[in-house]
């Protein structure tokens, strides 16, 4: 069965902080993994990673991908209380056409 | 205009009415989704729509309805709900489908946080 598994489940940490989430998968046919936030309600698209070993970046976060290790980290330095967010990880499979599989989240607190 | 845009933000429904929650996007994405969201959990594909037609339902029970009337709105319509349904209704686009490079990132909405009495 496809699953996609994120540690840590929560996280609380101090402003300045850095911090690592991790994801991993195990997912028949990888076409890519993405990560996006969920402040509120709508999730917001970060990263896309389909190669090994590529470091994507966007200001203070960024993430790369281990194929053969089969997870991603995200990073996130000087961390703020805006961070504060929900990040989901996804992987997307060529099962069927497409599916997208969601890892439960990890639920990140920046204390100020 | 990058937005997906979700109505009603929020709604109470007894189990015995009908209510439709509705969607829409100008970005002239071909694909679009709903998704079901419960409390801490990831979101649920429900079902996917492309270039206007059914393309995917992800065995979801016959009170939930989806509908595509162009290429910009998705409707989902609700009827005889259970207490158990309450949850946060996504709905997302992507460009085309299936997605390829340029198909594979979703734009959410805000979603409508449902509750069923």
């Known amino acids: 069965e496809d699953k996609v598994v994120q540690s840590p489940l929560s996280l609380v940490v101090h402003e300045g902080d850095t911090v690592t989430l991790n994801c991993s998968y195990e997912v028949t046919n990888f076409r890519s993994l993405l990560w996006y936030k969920q402040e509120k309600k709508a999730p917001t698209f970060l990263f896309m990673l389909t190669s090994s070993g590529i470091e994507k970046k966007s200001g203070r976060l960024s993430s790369i991908l281990d194929k053969k290790e089969l997870f991603s980290i995200l990073n996130i330095t000087a961390t703020q209380t805006g961070d504060s967010a929900i990040y989901l990880c996804a992987v997307e499979a060529a099962t069927g056409g497409f599916k997208t599989i969601f890892g439960a989240g990890t639920r990140l607190f920046v204390k100020a | 205009d990058t937005e997906v845009t979700q109505t009603p933000k929020h709604l109470v429904m007894g189990m015995t009415n009908k209510k439709s929650l509705k969607c829409e996007q100008h970005m002239g994405h071909r694909a679009m989704y709903w998704y079901k969201q419960k409390a801490k959990k990831p979101p649920e594909l429900m079902f996917v729509y492309s270039y206007e037609k059914l393309s995917i339902n992800e065995s979801v029970p016959s009170r939930f309805s989806p509908e595509c009337p162009n290429s910009s709105l998705l409707n989902l319509h609700l009827h005889a709900l259970q207490p158990e349904d309450s949850a946060l209704y996504l709905c997302?686009?992507?460009?085309?489908?299936?997605?390829?490079?340029?198909?594979?990132?979703?734009?959410f909405g805000s979603g409508t946080q449902l509750s069923v009495l």
């Open positions: 997302a686009s992507s460009p085309i489908l299936p997605r390829g490079e340029r198909g594979e990132k979703l734009f």
